[in-house]
């Protein structure tokens, strides 16, 4: 079945930078377009930003458009985004997810914690 | 900027049937906008229910449903039980490639 595992967070000064990982299985990750979904504490779901199968599409949420970037390594299976200047308000759980043909979040991650903090 | 609204909260007794919306702050959701639909509950990663209007999850019992009622997105919740309390969050595409979630809805079952 889908397997989605998150990597990478912790805590992070403001200003600094981090890369969160999505080691996916279970199912054709060339084949798949994927996404990074944040949830803040306490708080509602945030989309971040989606890629296509083949990387060659990427778009990224206003709140975080010029400083994250997502990408993919297709011949690793693996999902990542690349996030600097972090504020205090990019603390969250970061969600991957795959999707179907474009479309919305289908399968989740377990999700990684980013604390921004000083 | 486009809003995507959800009732804060809902109730619902058990056995009953409760209709949570999706809407957008200007204009009228379509299957254009693919709405989908996702449960959670505390400590919980995402489920997803409903994708692309009313294309049920593998798993998901078939008294969740979704639809376009109006000018919303709509899940409906028939026959609720005890282990339907949670948040429920719907998410449109805005085109350009930009998803928007809801602010998700709080539903009590009792």
């Known amino acids: 079945q889908v397997q989605l595992v998150e990597s990478g967070g912790g805590v992070v000064q403001p200003g600094r930078s981090l890369t969160l990982s999505c080691a996916a299985s279970?199912?054709?990750?060339?084949?798949?377009?994927m996404h990074w979904v944040r949830q803040a504490p306490g708080k509602g779901l945030e989309w971040v930003a989606v890629?296509?199968?083949?990387?060659?599409?990427?778009f990224h949420g206003d709140s975080v458009k010029g400083r994250f970037t997502i990408s993919r390594d297709n011949s690793k299976n693996t999902l990542y985004l690349e996030m600097n200047s972090l504020r205090a308000e990019d603390t969250a759980l970061y969600y991957c997810?795959?999707?179907?043909?474009?479309?919305?979040?289908?399968?989740w991650g377990q999700g990684t914690l980013v604390t921004v903090s000083s | 900027q486009i809003v995507v609204t959800q009732e804060p909260s809902f109730s619902v007794s058990p056995g009953g049937t409760v209709i949570l919306t999706c809407a957008l702050s200007?204009?009228?959701?379509?299957?254009?906008?693919?709405p989908s639909w996702y449960q959670q509950t505390p400590g919980q990663a995402p489920r997803t229910l409903i994708s692309s209007t009313n294309t049920r999850s593998s798993g998901v019992p078939d008294r969740f449903s979704g639809s376009i009622v109006g000018s919303k997105a709509a899940l409906t919740i028939t026959g609720a039980q005890a282990d339907d309390e949670s948040e429920y969050y719907c998410?449109?595409?805005?085109?350009?490639?930009?998803?928007?979630f809801g602010g998700g809805t709080k539903l009590t079952v009792l």
């Open positions: 890629i296509s199968y083949d990387g060659v599409n990427k």
């Open positions: 998410v449109l595409y805005m085109g350009s490639g930009i998803w928007v």
């Open positions: 279970g199912f054709t990750f060339s084949s798949s377009g």
């Open positions: 200007s204009g009228s959701v379509s299957t254009s906008y693919y």
């Open positions: 997810a795959n999707n179907l043909a474009g479309g919305a979040p289908l399968s």
